[in-house]
C-alpha cells in the first residue's frame, strides 16, 4: 500500500517546491489529485497568504481540466488544515467534494490543527492515510517549522543528548549544522559548545 502511494507524494512533494518562499507564514505545501484509475486530475501548490491552500488549487485545477474529483484520491504532503483562518479549512472543503481518500505526508505541528484535520476528514467517512514520505517531508517544510512551530524541534531538542543534538536536528529538519546551531542558541538550548 505504502509503495503504491510514494511516487503520486513525490509529484506533490515537487508542486510544494514551487511554492517555497511565496507563502509568506504558510507552510509550502504541494497537493495532487488522482483518479481510482491512476491518473492526475489536477494539482497544486499553497498560494501567497490568505489565498488557497495546496488542496483547494489541486481541486480548481482539476475542475479547470474538466475532471471530477468525486471518488478521488488527493495526497497532500501535509495534513489538510482544520480550522477557518485566512481562509476556509481545506478538510471541510475536502469533504465537501467527495474525495474518497486522504495521504498525507506529515502531521500539521500548528497546535491548532496536529491531527483535528484528519479526524474532520474521517468523520466525514473519508479513509485517512498518514506519514507517506514523512521524514523527507519534514525536511522539505523545516525552515517553516523551525520559524513558525518551534516547539516541535523543541520537543525533539529536550530528548537528545546534548552532543549530538546539533547533527541530530539538522538532519531531521534538513538544514546546515551552522543553522541549527544559530537556531538552539536563539532558543537558549545547549549545544555542541558550551
Ligand atoms: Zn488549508
Avoid at 506533490?12 to 514551487?18: G, R
Avoid at 489538510?80 to 474518497?100: D, E, V, W
Wanted: net charge negative; glycine share 10%; aromatic share 4%.
Amino acid at each position: 500500500m505504502t509503495v503504491e502511494h510514494e511516487p503520486w507524494m513525490r509529484v506533490a512533494m515537487q508542486e510544494a517546491e514551487l511554492a517555497r518562499g511565496t507563502t509568506g507564514d504558510n507552510p509550502w505545501v504541494g497537493c495532487a489529485i488522482v483518479s481510482p484509475r491512476g491518473e492526475l486530475l489536477g494539482c497544486g501548490h499553497t498560494q501567497g497568504p490568505a489565498e488557497d491552500h495546496a488542496e483547494i488549487a489541486a481541486a480548481r485545477d482539476a475542475q479547470a481540466r474538466g475532471h471530477s474529483v468525486v471518488g478521488a484520491t488527493l495526497y497532500s504532503t501535509l495534513e489538510p488544515c482544520s480550522f477557518h483562518g485566512r481562509t476556509p479549512a481545506c478538510a471541510r472543503s475536502i469533504a465537501s467534494r467527495g474525495i474518497a481518500l486522504v495521504v498525507t505526508g506529515m502531521r500539521d505541528p500548528n497546535p491548532q490543527v496536529n491531527g483535528a484535520g484528519a479526524q474532520i476528514l474521517r468523520d466525514a467517512g473519508i479513509e485517512v492515510i498518514e506519514g507517506i514520505c514523512e521524514l523527507e517531508i519534514r525536511r522539505q517544510l523545516g525552515v517553516w517549522v523551525l520559524e513558525y512551530h518551534p516547539q516541535e524541534p523543541l520537543e525533539r531538542a529536550q530528548s537528545m543528548k546534548r552532543e549530538v543534538r546539533r547533527d541530530r536536528l539538522a538532519a531531521i529538519y534538513g538544514v546546515t549544522p551552522a543553522r541549527m546551531e544559530e537556531w538552539l542558541a536563539k532558543h537558549s538550548i545547549p549545544s555542541i559548545r558550551p
